[in-house]
């Protein structure tokens, strides 16, 4: 799949190495098809890297697809230069007129507030609302996950005993599932966050499928039954080495995390890990735009109106 990115974007470099097909948007320009349009709503501090695990997972189809960065203006983001957000990222006023096949949240390090005392949380209910009327399916990860199920659910967080950190494996619960065709019986995903949401609070919701669990991990993914909502409370996007970049962080500030379960090798943080969830990672994300995007949005955006 060609993603269509702003020529500039210091990601297209990195993507380009790994011969994904990047197309500039002078390419994009001389194409008469209609691309997907998918906005990603950054939340993470690691802006950069983020971009770069999620654009890998788009680029993998035959589809055309163009690309929207945003950020929350309700927050100063400390990681990320403000020159460097000015000429790739957009802001909700900035595009809320505007409509998108597809639309991804990600998750935030926010996990051990409420949601309430979040500095964007008002904003971003705000986005989530206007994501009902003006994109046609959402997908939620990790902390959004856990925070759209909050806003549009009322489904609570949980604070977990220790930090639920490594890889864990997973089963589908319906392999008939769209987001789930072609998966094996059982598949490995990472998590990394403090709190969880419970099956039994998901179950309860008509308008909800619990599609995926983890006897370790808890919850993996749940859907809106019409597909318009998905949240993965997990990271199937994560790198090799994410967990790891993230467990020596935590150690340099003191915070004495515990060792990433089932990553490094005989559990020695010296080894390098072995990926063994990248392939089902990417499947679901090239399933979700396939079957939940590509396939079902109308193919004038403005039709959205009439698919509340």
């Known amino acids: ?9 210091p990601a297209r470099a990195v993507l380009e190495s790994e011969r994904i097909f990047v197309m500039t948007e002078h390419r994009a320009l001389h194409q008469d098809i209609r691309p997907l349009r998918v906005l990603i709503l950054n939340l993470m501090p690691t802006k950069i890297v983020t971009e770069i695990q999620l654009m890998r997972k788009l680029s993998n189809t035959p589809l055309q697809i163009d690309v929207d960065l945003m950020y929350t203006s309700t927050y100063s983001s400390k990681n990320t230069d403000r020159a460097y957000l000015s000429s790739f990222y957009t802001t909700f006023d900035e595009i809320k007129d505007q409509r998108y096949d597809g639309m991804i949240i990600t998750g935030a390090p926010v996990e051990n507030m409420a949601f309430e005392d979040v500095d964007y949380w008002d904003e971003l209910c705000q986005i989530m ?3 009902k009327t003006h994109v046609y399916s959402t997908l939620h990860i990790c902390w959004g996950a856990q925070a759209g199920l909050y806003y549009h659910y009322q489904i609570q967080k949980y604070p977990l005993p220790k930090k639920i950190s490594g890889i864990f494996l997973h ?11 072609g998966f094996d019986d059982q598949f490995y995903a990472p998590h990394s966050r403090y709190t969880e949401v419970r099956e039994w609070d998901i179950r309860k919701v008509e308008d909800l499928n619990l599609l995926a669990t983890s006897d370790e991990a808890g919850v993996f993914a749940v859907e ?17 080495t994410t967990l790891k970049t993230e467990y020596f962080r935590d150690l340099d500030k003191g915070i004495h995390p515990e060792i990433p379960a089932n990553y490094f090798p005989n559990n020695d943080p010296s080894q390098l890990p072995v990926v063994n969830w990248r392939a089902h990672g990417q499947l679901l994300y090239t399933n979700w735009l396939n079957y939940y995007v590509y396939q079902v949005t109308p193919y004038d ?7 509340p």
């Open 171 to 181: 089963t589908p619960l319906d392999l008939t599932s769209p987001l789930f065709r």
């Open 1 to 9: 799949m060609p993603i269509r990115i702003p020529d500039s974007l």
């Open 224 to 240: 809106r039954t019409d597909g318009r909502q998905v949240f993965i409370v997990g990271h199937p996007e994560y790198d090799a």
């Open 129 to 131: 609302e206007w994501s």
């Open 301 to 307: 955006l403005r039709d959205l109106e009439n698919h």
